[in-house]
């Protein structure tokens, strides 16, 4: 953590809060998963999981986020936690932030993503909204938003930084590995990612084979036969 920003203690005034950064995750474990496209890590984990609502600002459908998270609630409209959360973060740290889904005024824009470029932060995952679409156009960090609009923000707070999140349908908390691509974003809570790579990896062999069947033209007719028979279908 930055030695200039101070965690949460007694004193700071009402709605403001401050925790350390998490760091949970060994960094081959992280660089593990840039091979694991987000919808596998959603199959696994359930098909009930990861992010909804969400677009791709920075529009490389191929690029992959994949680091952990450092988290911010702010008031909507306000950004100054966001600021704070960017001193702090780690290079490869994924900042999301709960902007209560507000899109009447954008928090994050082209000047926090020159800074955030240089600092080497691995993206944003915003559930609110973001302005200067041209920059952001432009790659070189992910940026994932609700929406967006011209109309920027005020820097009064108050906010928190490293508290558990809500995101875009998603419960994050500080630490948690995001993970996002075309697709979307998924988050996979810090105590499971060690135990799910492998699934998530098995998941990715098994896929392999069923589009090689597929390109085949062949008819995989008996599966799905079975599922209709199991709802008492006539088959």
């Known amino acids: 953590m930055n030695e200039t920003i101070k965690p949460a203690a007694a004193g700071w005034p009402a709605g403001f809060r401050v925790n350390p950064r998490v760091d949970a995750l ?19 984990m359930g098909r009930h999981t990861g992010s909804r609502g969400l677009v791709p600002y920075h529009r490389d459908l191929s690029a992959v986020m994949c ?41 994050i ?8 470029l240089a600092r080497g932060i691995g993206g944003f995952v915003l559930d609110g909204a973001l302005r200067d679409l041209a920059e952001w156009a432009e790659g070189g960090i ?17 906010g928190e930084v490293n508290v558990p999140v809500s995101c875009a349908g998603m419960s994050v908390s500080p630490g948690d590995l ?14 499971q990612v060690a135990a799910l790579l492998p699934l998530c990896l098995a998941h990715r062999e098994k896929e392999k084979a069923i589009a090689a069947s597929n390109a085949t033209g062949r008819l995989d007719r008996e599966r799905f036969d079975a599922l209709l028979r199991n709802k008492g279908c006539p088959v």
Not at 26 to 44: F, K, N, Q
Not at 71 to 91: C, F, K, Q, S, Y
Not at 109 to 116: D, E, I, N, S, V
């Open 26 to 44: 060994p960094r081959d474990l992280i660089e593990a998963y840039r091979t694991v496209p987000s919808c596998h890590a959603g199959d696994v």
């Open 67 to 107: 680091g952990p998270a450092v988290t911010v609630r702010i008031r909507p409209g306000d950004n100054l936690m966001i600021h704070l959360a960017m001193m702090m973060a780690e290079p490869g740290d994924v900042i999301v932030i709960d902007g209560g889904g507000d899109l009447s005024t954008a928090v």
């Open 109 to 116: 824009g082209g000047l926090m993503r020159t800074t955030a």
């Open 142 to 158: 992910a940026a994932y938003a609700m929406g967006n609009t011209l109309r920027g923000p005020t820097k009064d707070g108050p």
């Open 178 to 191: 995001m993970l996002g691509d075309g697709d979307g974003v998924i988050c996979i809570p810090a105590a």
